[in-house]
């Protein structure tokens, strides 16, 4: 039996009804049933979660609803409180993660949850630190102020010289968790405030390390979910793998999925897995009490607003199994990830604002039941009237009016769409209406405020140019695209890159007359080449990166782990930059620097140098083993189905809210003629479609997507790859040697393989079989058998999908693109993708049997880099041949041409600058350093006639000699920091190295008398002093720049001729970059 136990009081609650969760306000109300002064202490929400109890006290009647028997006295449940033990009810033995037995009395205080937090994780890495009155006192408070300090404070050095002032406030509070975890513990953070204030912004990680140890890793930032929204930050944690963990664990027969199926208890609170993705575990914080903390009075601060609940009572609050009956258990299992998305709340509905409308499907589906998805002409595309898209962009700030938007709403998923009708958009009120094929999940009631909220993931924006990837380059080719097409825009491809990164050397003007738009122009191609003005814009927006579409990965490293104490210190974030000397990380980024300073590329080494790097990154991109080519006439946005229905067969619309470029020399928002569309995969011939566009006057609201018709035998979406209208984007393409030469393919390869079935097995378990299998058990027994299905994806091989890539690479160049073979191995790389939501796993046989036939091989050779090539070798493997009969293969062809073009153009640039005259040191930086030599020169010159020039000449050369001797031993530091292995260490690491010497930099060396800096009175003219001698004595190095970046810049700013304006730096970042490159 699972018993509430109230501790040390007398009032009893009656827990006869299962708790509410069809409304937030329901849950509240079912709260406030306590008395009001037992809820305001710790104590009392410790006392009255659920314990873990022993198989005596579990009743094999309890249902899935868990509904809970009621106790008859405090002193009977205080009683059945009993220590959780492996298999004493059924469960398996958990992982802790506990304070040592001298630290107990921490977890009798009101420590927030982060601090809380803090104090188990620094316990486990340093158990040998001492506990204090003092310190017990300065551990309270909010997070803010004691979360970023909790070692500091531990170790009682908390000073101003913290760690942690070496990074810029702006970067702190992009990544810092601890604000958003006070938000979410105030009333503010409650869920029913909506999307004006929204928590589940911080992640809690844990991490298996080789040995299976469980190492705390400090709460970060991350980007907000609809679970975190709804039960808080505090309620979750994500289970992390190191390399070697897995492959230990995956020894065993389901020792992985028995490994995470154990309960995580941290400091008393009990975590349980229900779900996860990319091979990490997400656990859900439950209502069970460890019983062996539980003679710990007032063990745990709660949250009177983000109580926890029963696992099953979670999970059913997500997709109730009683409503759900219909579905397989593989496709309930994945409508986990709907709760798990990374999204931000949008607008809250009432109910009775959202509508269901019937999808459109082919006339030609005249069968019984739903219809297959390639049939379903709107499968996963609703619609939002105007004053829903309205409010979005206005919780998200965006410039315009969303066309759609990919979200996530009352159990639904997929895009909606603007509404066609007139007076649906006239409504002041937001209205959606959802299809059929968008409904996932079905609710008896819909009444909580996180299910009536719109979690937007992205929002419709046209992208130009779209990139052709090998696979496209591989389907053009083979549908009669001619080589020389390709070789012709790689080459144009390349001109670009040097026109934008280096015609400066060409420029006909003479250096003091420069024209600016030599500058400007620079700058605009490698703020292009780099991405920069996105990067900065996303690192400074991680909660709305992804749904304004910035570029952005939240990914940890693999095999970052933390294990020492030492080390256990504030990280910079990856790409910011040091905000002390004002470096920035990117590469692109400190070339735009010294542009906007006022450096030349002809007159200064670093600029050359970096350009050099710049350039020669740029021109990688044109790697044959991993194209990334841009193609001018093209673009890529969300597919929609035509609102309308007045599209015919085999016509699209793309329009967009800029104009773009349509022909050679033309620009126009909308594309005319015939076009080519495709999307990823794209590995069989019918994958890319040639279709025409056209503009009908009807559809010209519909901006910055790209409209399919509903008309014909299959969705045209469902021909690139098996698509469909949830948020796939799609690539057109208008370039006109690319149309003419383009054969549209036997439509047949999109027809699945008559193999194809016979290679799959199906879980063909349905929820109500499994609600019958698991009544009467139990509640463990429950728990355990809901979690095999949430947790089964672990037992896929999530290395297959690379394994049925490189087997299809191996059949099309072998057997040819066509071949049926290649075609199985494709249509099985897509089954597999889509495998965790249908269920459908490759047979052991059919997997054995595809390797065998290729395992003396390796992938063609043309995929393979340099480095890679030297390892495969080793093995004594050779690339697999290409067949006899075939001709040449279209990447082998490019790869001759590309390393031609591609080497050419390096020599071009290496050659060029060989060839200019070094530049010399700049007098701008070197002034600050030979002024004051001069100063010193003219006081000893004076000093035997004047008593106060030779004391001012003393004072000076005393100072000037210990800011010399500090930059020299920097220096060193700097050298054997920034060794051989350096640009092989992860990005942050580099960055912490840099930070901490640019630290030491700025820092002012002691003078060996007291009285201070009197000839050098002001910190400006110390650090110009520092920064101007580094750049004297290195001129050719990189340590000057590494250090004192800012300075040097401001120097050469204010030397230049005109008016020099400074831009500090949280107003600079989100600034636009104009793109002087392209001509209106």
Not at 464 to 491: C, W
Not at 795 to 808: A, F, I, K, Q
Not at 925 to 931: D, G, I, R, S, T
Not at 949 to 957: S, V
Request: hydrophobic share 35%; glycine share 6%; proline share 7%.
């Amino acid at each position: 039996m699972v018993k509430s136990v109230v501790s040390q009081s007398s009032t009893e609650w009656d827990f006869g009804t299962p708790i509410p969760f069809e409304g937030l306000e329901d849950l509240e109300s079912f709260e406030d049933q306590a008395p009001t002064d037992d809820r305001q202490t710790p104590q009392s929400f410790a006392s009255t979660q659920t314990v873990i109890d022993t198989p005596a006290d579990l009743s094999p009647g309890r249902s899935i609803l868990m509904k809970r028997k009621r106790s008859n006295s405090a002193s009977e449940c205080s009683r059945d409180v009993r220590r959780l033990v492996a298999g004493s009810n059924g469960d398996s033995l958990p992982h802790y993660l506990t304070v040592s037995e001298g630290w107990k009395s921490f977890l009798q205080r009101g420590y927030s949850w982060g601090v809380l937090w803090e104090l188990v994780r620094i316990n486990q890495l340093d158990p040998s630190l001492a506990i204090t009155p003092k310190i017990c006192r300065d551990l309270l408070g909010k997070s803010v102020d004691v979360g970023p300090h909790v070692r500091a404070i531990l170790l009682e050095t908390k000073s101003a010289e913290d760690p942690i002032s070496n990074l810029e406030k702006a970067e702190l509070d992009a990544q810092s968790p601890w604000k958003h975890l006070d938000f979410e513990e105030s009333p503010l953070g409650y869920p029913s405030s909506g999307p004006l204030g929204y928590g589940g912004q911080v992640e809690f990680i844990v991490r298996v390390t080789e040995s299976l140890q469980l190492l705390q890793q400090s709460p970060q930032r991350c980007p907000s979910t609809r679970f975190g929204r709804r039960f808080g930050s505090a309620s979750f944690l994500k289970l992390t793998f190191s390399k070697e963990a897995q492959e230990k664990l995956r020894k065993q027969p389901d020792g992985l999925l028995n490994y995470v199926q154990q309960p995580i208890i941290i400091a008393g609170k009990v975590f349980r897995g229900y779900s996860t993705r990319d091979s990490n575990v997400f656990y859900v914080q439950t209502n069970e009490v460890s019983a062996d903390t539980e003679r710990v009075k007032g063990w745990l601060t709660r949250d009177p607003f983000l109580s926890a609940v029963s696992f099953l009572d979670f999970i059913n609050w997500h997709n109730p199994l009683e409503h759900n009956k219909n579905q397989s258990m593989s496709k309930w299992t994945s409508r986990f990830q709907l709760g798990q998305s990374t999204s931000i709340p949008g607008v809250v509905l009432n109910p009775e604002n959202i509508y269901h409308i019937k999808d459109e499907v082919s006339p030609s589906f005249t069968g019984q039941g739903k219809a297959p998805s390639a049939k379903i002409m709107t499968d996963g595309c609703g619609f939002a009237n105007l004053a829903t898209l309205r409010s979005i962009k206005e919780v998200l700030e965006l410039d315009s009016i969303p066309t759609a938007v990919q979200c996530r709403v009352a159990g639904a998923k997929g895009l909606l769409l603007l509404h066609p009708n007139e007076a649906n958009n006239m409504l002041s009120t937001p209205e959606i209406y959802l299809r059929d094929s968008q409904r996932k999940i079905l609710y008896p009631e819909l009444h909580d405020t996180a299910h009536l909220t719109v979690d937007v993931l992205r929002t419709s924006h046209l992208t130009t140019p779209a990139r052709l990837s090998y696979e496209t380059i591989i389907n053009l080719a083979e549908n009669g695209v001619p080589p020389n097409i390709f070789f012709g825009l790689l080459q144009l491809g390349v001109e670009v890159v040097l026109d934008g990164l280096f015609s400066w050397p060409e420029d006909p003007l003479p250096l003091s007359v420069m024209s600016h738009d030599s500058m400007l122009k620079l700058h605009s191609s490698v703020n292009r080449a780099g991405a920069v003005s996105g990067a900065k814009l996303a690192r400074r927006d991680i909660a709305y990166a992804r749904a304004k579409g910035y570029i952005w990965d939240h990914k940890q490293e693999e095999g970052d782990e933390n294990t020492e104490p030492l080390e256990d210190l504030p990280r910079s974030t990856a790409w910011w930059p040091d905000y002390t000397s004002g470096q920035p990380s990117s590469l692109e980024e400190t070339v735009l620097v010294l542009i906007e300073a006022g450096f030349h590329p002809l007159t200064e080494w670093i600029l050359q140098e970096k350009l050099r790097q710049v350039i020669n990154t740029a021109l990688n991109r044109f790697s044959v083993s991993k194209p990334k080519i841009p193609i001018a006439e093209s673009c890529s946005a969300f597919v929609v189905p035509d609102p309308l229905g007045i599209l015919k067969e085999g016509e699209i619309q793309v329009r967009s809210s800029f104009s773009i470029k349509s022909a050679p020399g033309g620009e126009s928002p909308v594309i005319l003629g015939e076009v080519l569309v495709t999307r990823h995969p794209c590995k069989v011939p019918t994958d890319v479609q040639k279709v025409r566009a056209v503009d009908y006057p009807e559809l010209r609201a519909y901006t910055d997507v790209i409209v399919f018709p509903i008309e014909g035998s299959c969705s045209l979406a469902s021909f690139l790859g098996g698509g469909d209208y949830d948020g796939d984007k799609v690539e057109v393409f208008w370039n006109e040697d690319f149309v003419k030469t383009f054969i549209p393919p036997d439509q047949s390869s999109a027809l699945d393989p008559p193999d194809l079935s016979g290679s799959f097995t199906q879980s063909t378990v349905t929820v109500s079989e499994f609600l019958d299998e698991i009544s009467g058990k139990p509640e463990m027994e429950q728990i355990h058998a809901v979690q095999r299905h949430l947790l089964s994806p672990l037992s896929r091989d999530e290395h297959l999908l690379g394994v049925y890539n490189e087997l299809w690479l191996m059949s099309m160049y072998h057997h040819g693109y066509g071949h049926e073979e290649t075609k199985s191995l494709a249509y099985k790389f897509t089954t597999i993708l889509d495998g965790p939501k249908t269920g459908l796993k490759i047979l052991d046989t059919v997997l054995k049997s595809d390797r065998e036939r290729y395992q003396w091989h390796l992938r063609p050779a043309w995929t393979m880099e340099d480095k890679t090539q030297a390892q495969s070798n080793s093995k004594n493997l050779v690339p697999i041949p290409r067949g006899k009969s075939l001709g040449p293969f279209i990447m082998d062809i490019l790869g001759e041409q590309l390393h031609q073009v591609v080497g050419a153009a390096k020599r071009k640039v290496e050659m060029t600058l060989r060839g200019l005259r070094p530049p010399p040191p700049d007098p701008a930086l070197l002034a600050p350093h030979l002024f004051q030599i001069e100063a010193l020169r003219k006081y000893e010159s004076e000093a035997a006639e004047d008593q106060e020039c030779k004391i001012y000449a003393d004072m000076l050369r005393r100072e000037l000699k210990a800011l010399r001797t500090h930059v020299d031993d920097v220096h060193a530091k700097w050298t054997r920091a920034t060794g051989k292995t350096f640009t092989d260490l992860p990005i942050e690491t580099r960055q912490d190295k840099l930070r901490a010497l640019s630290k030491e930099f700025a820092r002012d060396p002691p003078l060996e008398v007291r009285i201070g800096y009197i000839a050098l009175k002001t910190r400006r003219e110390r650090m110009d002093f520092k920064a101007s001698y580094a750049y004297d004595r290195h001129p050719r190095q990189r340590f000057p720049w590494d250090v004192a970046m800012t300075t040097l810049c401001e120097l050469k700013a204010a030397s230049t001729p005109g008016v020099s304006r400074y831009v500090v730096q949280y107003m600079h970042d989100p600034m636009r970059v104009v793109d002087h490159g392209k001509r209106r």
